[in-house]
């Protein structure tokens, strides 16, 4: 019944490339063009705690003397483009079915490395309620709906919360940014003791979130947190 129904709909409105409207054969996907337009993925990071190296490393002397650090963090994208029109389109411009698309971008880049990662759990970057509901939607959430489905990984939306309103990142540099979510997320239960966590989040910049909500799920006992996030902006370029 919903397969007829899809079909009946894409019979009369025929999917189409999100970016320039050429029609496609399923939903939710670029054309050829588009996708050969896509940004690659960034190359000089920590490959634990994801910052911004001149070179690659496998763990730069801040993460390597956290024992709060993140244990992988991987991005599908530079935050340029294609993908940083995406995602400002679902993340600011009411387009949540755009999750679809960006879940499945990041899929096609990460998949095989997030199969050898094995998580246990799928985590969202949780948004404090009130952003909650002006919003409507947490499009981290879906995105990593997607990738939890593709994993066969339960996706746990309410063990991380935000429970600290912190002001927008955007407006802030890297020191405010580190100091405007200290202390921003707690854990509920004991969901995650012991447990391997991917947590998804759509951009990173200078990775203070990142930073602070691994630390929640550290201290509440996760065995292993592995950061994953759609595109990762340089922050010598833009602040986004």
Same mark, same amino acid.
């Given at each position: ?9 894409? =019979? ?6 999100? %970016? ?19 940004? #690659? ?13 001149? =070179? ?5 002397? &801040? ?27 679902? #993340? ?6 755009? %999750?679809?698309? /960006? ?30 509901? @002006? ?6 959430? /879906? ?14 939306? &309410?063990?991380?919360?935000? %429970? #600290? ?17 200290? &202390? ?11 447990? %391997? ?17 691994? /630390?929640?799920? @550290? ?17 010598? @370029?833009?602040? @986004?």
């Amino acid at each position: 019944m919903v397969r007829s129904r899809h079909a009946l709909l894409d =019979l009369f409105f025929p999917p189409s490339c999100p %970016s320039c409207r050429t029609r496609v054969a399923q939903a939710h996907a670029l054309c050829p063009v588009c996708t050969e337009a896509l940004p #690659k993925a960034p190359e000089h990071h920590c490959v634990r705690c994801g910052t911004q190296t001149a =070179l690659p490393e496998s763990g730069c002397a &801040g993460c390597l003397n956290d024992p709060y650090a993140r244990d992988a963090t991987y991005f599908g994208f530079e935050y340029q483009g294609l993908i940083a029109e995406l995602i400002i389109g679902c #993340k600011f411009g009411d387009r949540s079915e755009r %999750s679809v698309l /960006l879940g499945g971008l990041l899929w096609e880049r990460l998949g095989r490395e997030l199969l050898w990662e094995s998580p246990d759990l799928v985590i969202p970057m949780p948004l404090h309620l009130l952003r909650l509901l @002006k919003r409507r939607y947490n499009q981290s959430a /879906l995105i990593a709906g997607e990738l939890a489905q593709r994993l066969q990984r339960p996706l746990m939306t &309410g063990l991380l919360v935000r %429970s #600290k309103r912190t002001l927008p990142q955007t407006r802030l540099d890297a020191r405010s940014r580190r100091r405007n979510v200290q &202390g921003a997320f707690q854990v509920r239960g004991e969901g995650v003791r012991g447990r %391997s966590v991917l947590l998804v989040d759509d951009v990173m910049t200078t990775g203070a979130t990142l930073g602070a909500a691994t /630390l929640a799920l @550290k201290r509440a006992g996760a065995g292993r947190v592995i950061g994953v996030c759609v595109a990762r902006v340089d922050p010598d @370029k833009d602040f @986004k």
